[in-house]
Each structure stands twice: as C-alpha cells, then as structure tokens.
C-alpha cells in the first residue's frame, strides 16, 4: 500500500528555465538606478578616478592595477561620452588624497578642481568590492557617474 501511495504522489519534475537573456544583445541590465530617469543631455567629458578596493591586499592591489585599465577600456568602448583618466597622483596633488570612495565625504572644492583641471561634466567613481583571482574567480564592482552641477556645488547621482 505504501509503495502504492508514493508512486502515485511521486513524479518528475524538470528545472523550470529562468526566461529572458542573461547574455547578448537583448540583455537590458537592471542592476542601476539613473536620477531622473535618463543620462543628461549635457554629459559629454567623465573624468575616470581611480580605482579604489574593498582592501589592501596583495591580490586587491594587484586587481585594482589590473582592472582600472580593463575599465577604462570597457567604458570609452560603450560610447556613451568621453572619458579621461585622472592618475592617482594627479588626484593627490589636486585633493590631498590619490583616491576616493563615493561614500566618503568628499572635500568642499572637489567639485571645482576636477571640473577645472579636466573640463568634464561627470565623474565616474569606481569601487573593487570583490576581488578573488583565483578559481572560484570573483570580481565585485560598486561605480557611481555623478552629474557635476557648478552651480550648486554637488552633483547627481
């Protein structure tokens, strides 16, 4: 009877496919958020800044050296506007710091001195959150575009 009453309830059943592309050119992101729903107009020059890691270690160091040349690559080949490289040293000596999170808190003439040094209209700020080289590999980016605004001295996120 009990052999009975598992085959009946009992039966296959197939992985059911997630639908939509995960890959090509039908793949639409949806893992960011644009402020007031579109790029600006405006946005013609981001300034790239350096890349800044989750850690100091060998690997992230490494990583960072690494991957802010495959990013810069990668974004100037989307096309979406011009992109110029702000080194870390150049960084230090316009802020007093060769890098910069999104999250910290920013100097009060940061906005003035990148717009004035690189005539840009935005700021790409890139953050390596994983960084693992080896098998399993594992790469975690955080990046912001910021909107600069001179006239009221922040920008857009």
Not at 27 to 35: C, D, E, F, G, V
Not at 46 to 68: F, W
Not at 82 to 103: D, F, Q, Y
Not at 133 to 155: D, K
């Amino acid at each position: 009877m009990l052999m009975l009453v598992l085959a009946i309830t009992s039966g296959c059943r197939t992985v059911t496919k997630k639908p939509g592309a995960v890959i090509g050119p039908f793949h639409k992101p949806t893992n960011y958020h644009l402020a007031g729903g579109e790029m600006p107009a405006d946005m013609r020059r981001v300034a790239l800044l350096p890349l800044t890691s989750a850690l100091d270690t060998r690997e992230h160091r490494s990583g960072r050296a690494i991957l802010q040349e495959t990013m810069h690559t990668q974004v100037a080949h989307a096309g979406l506007f011009e992109v110029v490289i702000v080194p870390p040293a150049k960084m230090e000596a316009l802020t007093g710091k060769s890098a910069w999170r999104m999250i910290e808190e920013l100097p009060n003439d940061f906005i003035e001195q990148i717009m004035k040094e690189y005539d840009c209209q935005g700021v790409l700020f890139s953050h390596l959150s994983v960084y693992k080289p080896y098998p399993p590999l594992s790469i975690g980016w955080r990046m912001g575009l910021v909107h600069l605004s001179s006239e009221s001295n922040n920008g857009t996120v």
